[in-house]
């Protein structure tokens, strides 16, 4: 007698380039409207894992003052600098983490941010005994905006198919408002908007 398995599906893989560095995979423009739109920010930005400057331009767009730098050199921003052990500060940070480094970006977000700071996550992030014990006992999100349309990454000017397999959102620490999580979901429509 055969037996059948059944299993489950497994992820595709669509992070396929490292582009000149290690985990880079460029955030759609329409993943970063989605909080701009629903989140307020006031006074500068710093986008301190550029990349190509997606995301800096959506928030130059919006009119804010925008400092835009990366680890590597992707011919945006300032290049060689590690958002990690460099100095400065801004009033928010906003940017998409390299997921290995995400706890280490909060702690110095903490530090150098004088009112928000966003992240774009997976939302998985929200579990784990460690980040309980060390994030989100001490400084929880004010506010996490969960995506209901999926976010796919790809490397910059490939053929985009398809929808991607994990669920993201944007974590947002407000610092007059650190204390308590408060979960909505974004309007669903962004991913089909056209973005220049």
């Known amino acids: 007698m055969n037996k059948q398995f059944v299993t489950a599906p497994q992820p595709t893989l669509k992070r396929v380039a490292d582009m000149d560095g290690p985990d880079f995979y460029p955030t759609p423009k329409w993943a970063t ?19 190509d400057g997606a995301m800096s331009e959506v928030f130059e767009d919006a ?8 680890l590597y050199d992707r011919g945006y921003g300032d290049a060689n600098v590690d958002f990690l052990t460099a100095s400065g500060r801004s009033d928010n940070i906003i940017t998409n ?3 290995n480094a995400a706890e280490e970006f909060v702690s110095s977000c ?14 998985a992030f929200l579990e784990g005994a460690k980040r ?3 994030i989100f006992n001490v400084a929880p999100p004010s506010k996490v905006w ?3 349309e999926r976010i796919t990454f790809y490397p910059k000017d490939v053929v985009r198919k398809g929808s991607g397999t994990t669920a993201y959102a944007w974590f ?14 974004l309007p669903v429509g962004y991913k089909k908007m056209k973005f220049t």
């Open 110 to 123: 903490l530090d150098k941010s004088n009112k928000k700071f966003a992240l774009l996550l997976r939302l």
């Open 63 to 70: 009119g804010h003052d925008v400092r835009s730098s990366d």
């Open 172 to 185: 947002v620490w407000d610092k007059d408002k650190i204390g308590s999580t408060e979960i909505s979901w």
């Open 33 to 51: 409207y989605a909080l701009a739109d629903n989140e307020k920010f006031s006074g500068d930005v710093w986008e301190c894992a550029c990349g």
């Open 146 to 148: 969960v995506f209901s």
């Open 132 to 134: 309980q014990q060390t």
């Open 97 to 99: 983490p390299p997921f």
